[in-house]
């Protein structure tokens, strides 16, 4: 029933920055969590960042705490990755994922997110 669209990726050097849209339709998002989570080839997806729909709580991961921020428009059914400071490590392809997490599922767990988008290729030269 939720469709999610992520925009915004690119080509970029080290030390740019990129915004990530990522556009949900099909159902109220009062009682979710939206985050997003990236995949380099050959790795694991690993979790980037969350914001929980409600009260705008965020999650980080260590890597990107201090050069990235996630935030919503409540309005628009949409969430937003403003990335700084680029690096090449943060080349992926970037997620956006949403579920009605329960509070004993952690936001950083892939697997407790119901929908995902299909991707946003994200390039950073050295």
């Known amino acids: 029933q939720v469709q999610l669209v992520e925009s915004g990726g690119g080509l970029v050097q080290a030390g740019d920055s990129l915004r990530l849209s990522c556009a949900a339709s099909?159902?109220?998002?009062?009682?979710?969590?939206m985050g997003w989570f990236r995949q380099a080839p050959g790795k694991e997806r690993e979790f980037v960042a969350g914001i929980r729909w409600s009260d705008g709580r965020t999650y980080y991961a260590n890597s990107v705490k201090g050069r990235f921020t996630i935030s919503r428009d409540k309005a628009k059914n949409t969430e937003y990755l403003q990335m700084n400071s680029l690096k090449p490590e943060d080349t992926a392809v970037y997620y956006c994922?949403?579920?009605?997490?329960?509070?004993?599922?952690?936001?950083?767990?892939?697997?407790?997110?119901?929908?995902w988008g299909q991707g946003t290729q994200v390039t950073v030269s050295s």
């Open positions: 994922a949403a579920g009605e997490l329960s509070l004993y599922r952690s936001p950083r767990a892939s697997e407790h997110y119901d929908y």
């Open positions: 099909g159902r109220t998002f009062s009682g979710y969590t």
